[in-house]
């Protein structure tokens, strides 16, 4: 059993910036692919940036490529996500996910095996 602790949710200006971490415990991150999600209310989970396992591959959204970077620290069991130059539609509940040896860092929502509960981002014009 992995769980998942984020931190670092805030409210920012547009064009501010925020970094999101996500530490984990009970097993060691660098067999699982990583992901940050994140969800307004009434509508789906969407995916934002995943990390894939051994080899930290990454993957973005469209929506969200050039403004935030994810990266992993193995050693400390943490995930991060940068995240400059933000915008009000970036407003979100942002969650941290894993999946054990997932083979793209594409996660899907149905494929995460371990949530965290989330931080909430509020990003004012």
């Known amino acids: 059993q992995v769980q998942l602790e984020e931190s670092g949710g805030g409210m920012v200006q547009a064009g501010g910036s925020l970094t999101l971490s996500c530490t984990a415990s009970?097993?060691?991150?660098?067999?699982?692919?990583m992901a940050w999600f994140r969800q307004v209310p009434g509508k789906e989970r969407e995916f934002v940036a995943g990390s894939r396992y051994l080899t930290s591959s990454t993957t973005y959204a469209d929506t969200v490529k050039g403004r935030f970077t994810i990266s992993r620290d193995n050693a400390k069991n943490t995930v991060y996500l940068q995240m400059i130059n933000l915008k009000p539609e970036d407003t979100a509940v942002y969650y941290c996910?894993?999946?054990?040896?997932?083979?793209?860092?594409?996660?899907?929502?149905?494929?995460?095996?371990?949530w965290g509960k989330g931080t909430l981002v509020t990003v004012s014009s």
């Open positions: 009970g097993a060691p991150l660098v067999s699982y692919t």
């Open positions: 996910a894993a999946s054990l040896y997932y083979s793209t860092s594409t996660l899907t929502p149905n494929a995460v095996m371990f």
